[in-house]
């Protein structure tokens, strides 16, 4: 029965666009529907807020380029400070800065227990 | 030739509509309507509501038109806004079928043998297009109504070229296996 399987099957008695009066009608009850949303773009795409919108993209790109090289400069600087590694180690597992700052400047000496207790600083004696 | 490239592309209406031209919405509409009418129908049997559903597809499309990342691919882009536009209001017009109770049917106006085998006719290829997948039926009708190219099918869906010709060869088998064979030929055989 089916001689010519894939020829076109006529879909045109479905066609709302037959009735040129008809599609008329339709078109323009979209274009009702439509006028406040027109209105509104044509009013924002005047605005200084469609001019700053418009650059909102291309601003945010670069900002975020800012922060990752950034971020990548300031992870390089803390990697090639001395004693850096020291003092973020010591301070993770809690022991205070003060405290780090003597070993890891002078090893053998002990800070006074005032220099402990009340922060003064270290008397060469 | 000349005539047909001084069309603006999609792409250049879409572009004009952002800013709010309803020239360039318009020509959208009517370049667009009947594909997505026709979308529309295949889902939900009844021109009534395929209208509403397409009729309210554009409005929705225009107010998420930022949303369109590809200008030059709007139609598949309203195509998907059309079938879930045409989803919901199936839902909901199921909703309210199980709830009303009294549903009177009124009278028409008288209609000729002519308008009724129409009608008839109508009806089939509807609940023919309802046997679809959604792709298979968005490519049978831009391809043998829209008109368009594999190519143009396979960018505006978002599928290969060979995938666009596979939908087309088993839609058109799955509607002449539910139309019946010469049918729809015999009938526009005047």
Known sequence: ?125 | MGAADAEPTDGALVERARHGDPAAFSGLVRRHYRAAYLVALGQLGNPMDAEDASQDAFVRALEHLDDCRDPDRFVGWLLRIVRNRAHNLRDYLRVREATDIDETPVAGPSRTDRDEERAALGQRLTAALAKLNEVQRAVVILHDVEGYRHREIAVTLGISEGMARQHLFGARKMLRNVLGDHAVEEYFRE
Request: aromatic share 4%; glycine share 8%; hydrophobic share 45%.
């Open chain 1, 1 to 125: 029965m089916n001689d010519r399987p894939n020829d076109p099957v006529d879909l045109s008695a479905l066609d709302p666009t037959r009735d040129p009066a008809r599609l008329e009608r339709t078109v323009q009850a979209i274009l009702d529907r439509a006028a406040p949303e027109l209105a509104r773009r044509r009013r924002g795409s005047t605005g200084i807020l469609a001019e700053l919108a418009g650059w909102r993209r291309p601003v945010l790109a670069a900002a975020a380029v800012v922060l990752v090289l950034g971020a990548g400069l300031l992870a390089g600087y803390e990697a090639i400070r001395p004693g850096s590694e020291e003092t973020a180690l010591t301070e993770a597992i809690g022991v205070p800065r003060q405290l780090a700052g003597w070993v890891a400047a002078d090893g053998d000496r002990l800070p006074s227990a005032a220099a402990v207790l009340f922060g003064e600083p270290t008397s060469n004696e």
